[in-house]
Nanobody, 124 residues
Framework: QVQLVESGGGLVQAGGSLRLSCAASGRTFTSYAIGWFRQAPGKEREFVAAIRWSGGSTYYADSVKGRFTISRDNAKNTVYLQMNSLKPEDTAVYYC?????????????????WGQGTQVTVSS
């Protein structure tokens, strides 16, 4: 089982930036993929981005391409989500999650371990 802890959320004005961190621990997870999802009030959880720990291939939702960047630091066992040019519609609770057998899809069911979430609020 992989344990995940998110940090870095907060309040930012539209056009600003935030960097979220996801610290991973537990069993060997070098074969995993780590993803970021978000859920706004009254909406379903949606895929944001993912990265394969081995090889570093990245995947993005169309809504964040060109604005968000996912990366990893192997030495720190941490995955980051750099969010630039933030918009009010990016406001949500952001979760990181781990997938042992990631197909490259946007489906949350592929991710078996989840963090507790961190709130991101973008004011207009």
């Amino acid at each position: 089982q992989v344990q995940l802890v998110e940090s870095g959320g907060g309040l930012v004005q539209a056009g600003g930036s935030l960097r979220l961190s996801c610290a991973a621990s537990g069993r060997t997870f070098t074969s995993y993929a780590i993803g970021w999802f978000r859920q706004a009030p009254g909406k379903e959880r949606e895929f944001v981005a993912a990265i394969r720990w081995s090889g570093g291939s990245t995947y993005y939702a169309d809504s964040v391409k060109g604005r968000f960047t996912i990366s990893r630091d192997n030495a720190k066992n941490t995955v980051y989500l750099q969010m630039n040019s933030l918009k009010p519609e990016d406001t949500a609770v952001y979760y990181c999650a781990a997938s042992r057998y990631y197909s490259g899809s946007y489906r949350a069911v592929e991710f078996g371990s989840w963090g507790q979430g961190t709130q991101v609020t973008v004011s207009s």
